[in-house]
């Protein structure tokens, strides 16, 4: 959503300047959960989350604002934002002992003096960075109070789903779910094992997801009837299914 956010400049930070940044100590609210605290020493890895946070779609502009990420009931990192050109970005060092542990993120508005679940999921991994000064990763929170829309719960698991219609002709919608976020690839192939086009290629945030295919590649060229091949690629997750393109 496009509501209450602002254009900044895309003026690239020298190297230095971000780990100044990074590095610079901000001063936590009293107000803040008391368990929203992390003892560095009880950990082995970090990776690292220069974000953007949303509230309910708009990008509040509160410096109070506190970000947390947890495994579980466990505090994992803990940031409070720095203006940067204009925008307010949380840089956050998040902490485990291992890889593949499911990272949530908490948001304590400042305003309400309240906690606000983000919809964000991803997996640890050791020395990873999401996002960029430039361009950051949002943290996506909903604040039920303030909006009439419903919360929608997320999968629990990586799935590929049959497309429908199925046989089709000639457009037909796949359906995936993500349970955290990931970089994701879906390639359709014909029945040979040529690839015909890549329909998606991009970091994705958790949910549950549809694309169309309408029969064509890149070019537009339309393909006759057959047996087709799509392919989803998230993680460490790989599958492939067939479907039947009529005429």
Known sequence: MMIGKTKFSSRRIPAAEFILLLFTAVSVSAQVPADWNVNPSAFEHIMTVTAQL????SVPGDSNDVVA????NECRGVATPINVLGQ???FMMVRANGNGELILFKVWDADLDTVIDATNQILFAADEAYGTV???YVIDAINTNLSTESVIGFPTAVSLFQNYPNPFNPITTIDYDLPWDSN????????????IIRLIDEHQQAGYKSIDWNSTNTS??????????????AGDFLQTKKMILLK
């Open 54 to 57: 949303e509230i309910n779609g």
């Open 69 to 72: 990420a947890f495994t579980g």
């Open 88 to 90: 307010w970005l949380y």
């Open 134 to 136: 430039n361009v950051p």
């Open 184 to 195: 994701v690839q879906i390639t359709i192939y014909d029945i040979l094992g040529r690839q």
């Open 220 to 233: 537009g060229q339309k393909f006759s009837a057959g047996v087709y091949l799509y392919q989803v690629k």
